[in-house]
């Protein structure tokens, strides 16, 4: 009876837990939905995929010829199908799945400690600023944090509870990061490193077991073994490209990067007032050095060190003054485990501090959500802040009432620049949807993007009633801007201009 209880208790408290991660992600839901370049042009393919397109390659990387995963395409499309088009809905699944986390962290917890430890990190992960932020990013890589927390997960169950289907879990986990995020190919040299620590719980596994992870693996991987058989191998010829990690960088620009993600660790999830992240991570590496001494918890403590220090890797060649935030995506998850560890270790000592412990990540975090959540995603997540669908969808609104059903041309300084796939969609999915016609585009436009508003360049051919929109301008250079206003004011003059949010709509008439 008293075991029934506790397992009750225990499920009752993720439950809450898991609700309370929901609220914090839903807060400013759907206003704070970032929609700019990258989502409209995922809006279009997933709606091609609808349409019987069959996608074998996702978005391209930041490297050429190298593409991310489609599956989250797929994973998106029934949101697209029953909402017609909406990205609110598909937005949602985002949050409501990395709110789920909390249950695969308080299994990782449990698997390499015990369940108090497994509950205090699923409760750290539901506040945890750094989890909000992937929450609200509608893009494949935030699905990450779900699949490189799997990964761990299955090797934790291997290694410290000696359940052979970790190891299938693990290979899942791993097939499903790469398809979220390429970056996250270094997972596999990790899994050699840890394939050599951990040996012994290796050799133990059945070959009926390794036969089922590489099944899975397979399958996780699927759409780029297909991709790479219909493109003649070209990711397999550009790997070397992104292999090399460090190479001809300094010690101390090495440290330096370091430094930074760990930093940016734990103030996005433990601690985030001015000098105390440092101190607190000066501290938390202190304490494992202390402790990694003793044989029992050894093994542990590397585990979760490697799994944190992991997500540095792709920063490790890093020239950026403001690395992208998402490469270490599944790392937080690790820390929060390492840092309920800790409150762990002196719950029954001095209960006192142990709440102290807790008290501190849940006044920062709840203080970094409520200041930051409503603008939406981070700079260093998207570059170009501002883009909010609640204040799109208003300046359509705002565009089609000043044309008062008259026919009427856009243009407008977008990012990236001659680009018009982000106003493309939100008028043909939302404006033509309620006011039942669309506008044409008024300027040139890049070529090979999706969307298919009409492109009419020469200004004579274009209605009298004209709008310019100016894009929240963060990455694009100001000369930029004024170049492009004063070519428009060769042939055309203000007669109107609104400010929503971070956008300047510009009716404008010929002169």
């Known amino acids: 009876m008293v075991n029934i209880l506790k397992t009750h208790w225990t499920f009752l408290s993720l439950l809450i837990t898991f609700f309370l991660a929901v609220i914090l992600r839903f807060l400013y839901f759907p206003n704070n939905i970032y929609f700019g370049f990258d989502q409209a042009r995922d809006s279009f393919t997933t709606l091609q995929l609808l349409s019987g397109h069959f996608k074998l390659m996702g978005p391209p990387t930041g490297v050429e010829g190298l593409f991310h995963g489609p599956l989250y395409y797929y994973l998106y499309a029934p949101f697209y199908l029953i909402s017609y088009g909406d990205p609110v809905f598909a937005n949602g699944f985002l949050r409501v799945i990395n709110s789920l986390g909390i249950f695969l962290i308080f299994l990782a917890g449990f ?257 970094l959500i409520k200041s930051t959540n409503a603008s939406g995603v981070i700079p260093t997540i998207n570059v170009q802040s501002g883009m909010l669908l609640g204040d799109e969808k208003k300046v359509v609104d705002y565009i089609y009432k000043e044309a008062s059903g008259r026919p009427f041309a856009i243009s407008g300084v977008t990012m990236p620049l001659f680009v018009n796939t982000t106003w493309d969609y939100l008028f043909e999915w939302y404006g033509k949807a309620k006011y039942g016609y669309l506008p044409v585009w008024g300027a040139d436009a890049a070529a090979g993007y999706l969307g298919d508003l009409k492109i009419v360049s020469a200004k004579s051919a274009l209605p009298s009633t004209r709008f310019f929109i100016i894009e929240p301008t963060r990455g694009i250079r100001q000369a930029l801007i004024e170049n492009m206003l004063r070519e428009e004011s060769y042939f055309t003059k203000v007669v109107k201009e609104e400010r929503i949010g971070g956008f300047i709509i510009q009716k404008r008439e010929p002169i």
Do not use: C
């Open 111 to 367: 698997a390499i400690f015990n369940k108090r430890v497994g509950l205090i990190a699923a409760f750290l992960f539901a506040i945890s600023f750094e989890q909000t932020q992937y929450a609200m990013y509608f893009n494949h890589p935030s699905l990450g944090v779900i699949s490189v927390t799997l990964f761990y997960l299955g090797l934790a169950l291997l290694f410290f509870k000696k359940q052979q289907k970790g190891l299938t879990l693990a290979s899942l986990g791993l097939g499903l990061s790469l398809q979220f995020e390429f970056a996250l190919i270094y997972l596999f040299g990790l899994s050699l490193l840890l394939l050599i620590i951990y040996r012994k719980q290796f050799f133990t596994v059945k070959k009926t077991t390794w036969l089922y992870s590489f099944i899975f693996l397979g399958l996780a991987l699927s759409s780029f073994i297909l991709s790479e058989v219909r493109f003649h191998f070209r990711t397999f010829n550009h790997i070397s490209r992104i292999i090399g990690v460090g190479g001809g960088r300094g010690v101390t620009q090495l440290l330096n990067n370091i430094y930074i993600i760990l930093n940016r660790l734990v103030a996005d999830n433990i601690i985030s007032y001015s000098w105390s992240s440092t101190l607190v991570l000066i501290v938390l590496i202190a304490t494992v050095i202390a402790l990694i001494k003793n044989s029992k918890l050894r093994p542990k403590l590397i585990f979760l060190s490697l799994w944190i220090l992991g997500g540095v890797i792709p920063y490790l060649n890093n020239k950026s003054a403001t690395p992208l935030y998402y490469y270490t995506m599944g790392a937080g998850v690790g820390l929060l485990i390492l840092y309920s560890f800790f409150i762990d270790q002196v719950w029954n000592k001095q209960r006192i501090l142990a709440f102290i412990l807790i008290a501190i990540p849940l006044i920062s975090n709840v203080n």
